[in-house]
């Protein structure tokens, strides 16, 4: 019986002392990032801080963020590693087309295109690289796409028009080739 009044009041006192200390935690708040603002360093604000409240449990912290959390002052501003992949991507694809190795070019650009899907150049030189392999009518598929993600982009979608226009020629379709 004894036993069990212990076990019982165990988690009790600890429950009780608990809820009678005052903990601080500094809560770590990430600025909201834009693409735009891609060489520019995320900062974090570790000015907030926050006290516990007796009545509620205590939360889990961003201990391990800050832990790793450096000024940005000592932060050299760098391009992130996806970027920097993608840009290697598109110089290897480049050096291809200039040795006309269509295949190794496009190979390049799939990459590419995985960490980048949303990206309209890539899309644009993909339709390039198909519309040299005569894949004609993947060419003005892959240019179409490339409009659709060039928004305000004129020159893109001049562009991609021409590619378009040209494989319409090519497949033996003036008509729609017309209206580009």
């Excluded at 990459?111 to 198909?130: D, Q």
Aim: glycine content about 2%; some cysteine; aromatic content about 6%.
């Amino acid at each position: 019986m004894l036993k069990k009044i212990i076990i019982l009041l165990i988690p009790l006192t600890l429950m009780n002392a608990c809820a009678s200390t005052t903990t601080e935690y500094t809560r770590t708040e990430a600025k909201p990032y834009s693409a735009a603002e891609s060489s520019k360093v995320e900062v974090y604000d570790h000015s907030v801080t926050y006290k516990e409240d007796p009545g509620q449990a205590k939360v889990i912290t961003t201990a391990a963020i800050d832990k790793q959390y450096q000024p940005a002052s000592n932060k050299k501003a760098s391009v992130p590693a996806s970027r920097k992949a993608v840009i290697d991507l598109i110089n290897q694809s480049k050096q291809s087309m200039d040795k006309n190795d269509y295949v190794s070019a496009e190979n390049s650009l799939k990459r590419a295109l995985r960490i980048e899907p949303s990206n309209a150049k890539l899309w644009h030189n993909m339709a390039v690289v198909n519309f040299y392999q005569e894949n004609y009518h993947q060419a003005i598929q892959q240019a179409l796409k490339s409009n659709n993600l060039a928004k305000n982009n004129r020159q893109l979608i001049a562009n991609n028009s021409k590619v378009i226009k040209q494989s319409y020629i090519e497949l033996g379709e003036p008509d729609k080739a017309n209206k580009y």
